[in-house]
């Protein structure tokens, strides 16, 4: 098969709205770059979606055969989606972006201009995020400073996942293969020659966010939990605190004794260290948990996802794509 010089990954759940809007640009993309000579494939991830989106893309793709599906068994969430677009996509470059039309496909333009200039990897910057509610913009400010503070790889802020990388990197990404996935920290971690390009992200085209705040706290986590174990040492900083804590009191209550200087009222001060030991140990115990369960989940070696349709796609080199890791087989040979 002759690689397409350009693949873009998008990952779809239930935006039936979109997807006809979506065509359109796509398709006035491709014929605006005539460098590319119609060489480009689009790998949509239908990520168990219920709402026709599944259909509206089938329909799509039985006319337009350089559209490729990949539908998974149930929903498995969007990095596990982008995840499963850069396994089967072949291009040269390959854009990952949003089904919504927050990331404008004109941007692409861009994205290659960076390529010629010799980078490998070329990511969005949100100039204006205009469209996003106050408290999506705080929320993302304090987490993006808080990851590159407790983080050596150089994730950088207002970015998400749209962006170009080149077919080295997309290769080397397919290596990775860890259960809780934070792309946008893994492709920082590959390395490569890195590059931004800025654009104003727009307003979600119709729909609602497929990222409740619930969703939006699990993918923080995962990507702190991913990049640092500066969590698990908070313990020994909390001990070493409530150790000099508690021996300054000491000293203090030996000197009131010892020079008579009244009794000390004691239930409150008890009350107050007992509290805050009993749940400095709680918080530190479910820190803990959060770093076993994932590797719990991690040494289960299931696959990142089950994929049950397949439209338009070349039969799966069997080498990368799906494979978890090369290893020994379960019964050791
Ligand atoms: N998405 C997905 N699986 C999910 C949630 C979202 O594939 O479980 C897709 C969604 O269809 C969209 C992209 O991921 O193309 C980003 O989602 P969304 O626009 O809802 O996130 P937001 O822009 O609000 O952060
Ligand atoms: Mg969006």
Redesign the pocket.
């Known amino acids: 098969m002759i690689r397409p010089r350009l693949s873009v990954v ?6 039936a709205e979109t997807i006809p809007e979506l065509d359109r640009r796509l398709k006035a993309l491709f014929l605006g770059l005539a460098s590319l000579g119609g060489s480009w494939e689009t790998v949509f ?1 239908d ?3 219920h709402d026709g989106s599944a259909a509206l893309l089938e329909e799509l793709a039985r006319a337009e055969p350089r559209y490729k599906i990949i539908g998974f068994s149930r ?4 990095q596990i ?2 995840t499963a677009g850069l396994d089967r996509a072949d291009g040269d470059a390959v854009v990952v972006m ?3 039309l ?1 990331d404008p496909p004109e941007v692409v333009q861009l994205m290659l201009d960076k390529v010629a200039e010799g980078f490998d990897v070329v990511y969005g910057v949100r100039k204006r995020r205009q469209a ?1 509610t106050v408290f ?1 913009r705080a929320t993302a400010a304090i987490f993006y400073r808080l990851i590159r503070a407790m983080t050596r790889v150089e994730i950088p802020a207002d970015a ?2 749209f962006r170009l990388m080149t077919r080295p990197v997309v290769l080397a990404l397919r290596a990775l293969r860890e259960q809780h996935r934070f792309v946008r920290g893994m492709v920082a971690w590959v390395g490569f020659r890195q590059t931004a390009v800025y654009y104003d992200r727009e307003a ?1 085209f119709a ?5 409740p705040l619930r ?2 706290l699990r993918f923080a986590v995962d990507g702190i939990t991913s990049f640092s174990v500066v969590p698990l040492r908070m313990a020994t900083y909390l001990g070493l605190f409530a150790g000099s804590a508690a021996v300054l009191v000491g000293i203090w209550l030996f000197f009131v004794k010892v020079l008579n200087l009244g009794s000390v009222p004691g239930w409150m001060s008890i009350m107050v260290a007992v509290t805050f030991g009993f749940s400095a140990q709680l918080v530190m115990t479910g820190i803990l948990g959060e770093y076993i369960g994932r590797i719990y989940e991690e040494i289960k070696r299931r696959p990142l996802y089950i994929a049950n349709r397949e439209t338009n796609l070349a039969p799966i080199e069997r080498d990368v794509a799906l494979s978890r890791r090369a290893g020994p087989d379960i019964d050791g040979h």
């Open positions: 998008i990952p779809v759940f239930n935006e991830v990520d168990g979606s929903n498995f969430g969007h989606a982008i949003d089904a919504d927050q996003e999506k998400g996942d979600r729909g609602e966010t497929k990222y969703k939006m």
